[in-house]
């Protein structure tokens, strides 16, 4: 799908509004959980102080974590919906999933950064870089669900594990916790507002648009797919439109 603006720029679906509205879902859970769960690990910290002047304290803290931690598996939940119940979430699960492609675009890349390479190559809908960035997102947050809420309901955890093994899961769900937080500034940030081409922000999560040069620069084998596809069609509906002055007699 493409549409024109006024400086007749091409501009190209990249996310739809339902996609987008996941993401920012995703994004406030997510900050939310970082900042209270964090703060039960470090609560000397100063940007923790504030919750710790509010009545019931970290009672308090830890009512809003759990519910975060609801809206980010709800969301989840339905994401799994969207992705395999619509027509839309299943093009993009094909899109998403790893391919010889991906193994290939990786050596190209590398050559292109240590300068053995004139120009970096030319990705697809989803680049390799995002199909990893999306799969340990879905690895990380079964791992963090299933973690949290043995630690939420100890009580039944304990009927059936250990005391050492509630041990080992708090420590795997700070540890995860870090490795999610960190992979989101030192990794997405850049990607999506640091990166001096996007700086200072990919606007496609905003408005779902990219225009023809982003396409271009980002993901241009989707782009050259698009553009037949955008040929074929106008050639199709020329040959589908009778010519002018032209009829039976009869």
Same mark, same amino acid.
């Given at each position: 799908?493409? @549409? ?26 997510? +900050?939310?959980?970082?900042? +209270? ?48 119940? +619509?027509?839309?979430?299943? +093009? ?61 309901? =100890? ?60 396409? !271009?620069? =980002?993901?241009? !084998? ?6 037949? @596809? ?12 009778? @010519? @002018? ?6």
């Amino acid at each position: 799908m493409s @549409a024109t603006s006024n400086n007749n720029q091409q501009y190209y679906l990249r996310w739809t509004r339902n996609e987008r509205y996941q993401h920012w879902i995703l994004a406030l859970s997510f +900050t939310v959980l970082a900042i +209270t769960g964090f703060a039960l690990r470090y609560p000397e910290t100063v940007w923790i102080q504030p919750l710790l002047l509010l009545e019931e304290k970290f009672a308090l803290r830890g009512w809003i974590h759990r519910i975060a931690a609801l809206v980010f598996v709800g969301l989840g939940a339905y994401h799994i919906g969207y992705m395999f119940f +619509t027509p839309r979430g299943r +093009t993009l699960v094909k899109a998403l999933m790893p391919a010889r492609q991906d193994l290939s675009d990786f050596f190209q890349n590398m050559r292109f950064l240590l300068g053995r390479r004139s120009s970096p190559p030319e990705f697809d809908h989803f680049s390799y870089m995002e199909k990893v960035e999306y799969w340990a997102l879905v690895w990380g947050t079964v791992v963090m669900a299933v973690t949290g809420f043995l630690l939420w309901f =100890e009580g039944f955890a304990l009927r059936f594990l250990p005391l050492w093994m509630m041990e080992v899961l708090t420590v795997v769900h700070l540890y995860e916790a870090w490795l999610a937080t960190l992979a989101i500034v030192i990794w997405h940030f850049y990607g999506v507002i640091f990166n001096p081409e996007v700086y200072p922000l990919n606007q496609s999560m905003v408005d779902g648009m990219m225009s023809e040069e982003e396409m !271009r620069r =980002e993901h241009g !084998r989707a782009l050259a797919r698009l553009q037949e @596809a955008e040929a074929q069609a106008e050639e199709d509906e020329k040959e589908a439109t009778p @010519a @002018a002055g032209s009829g039976s007699v009869a």
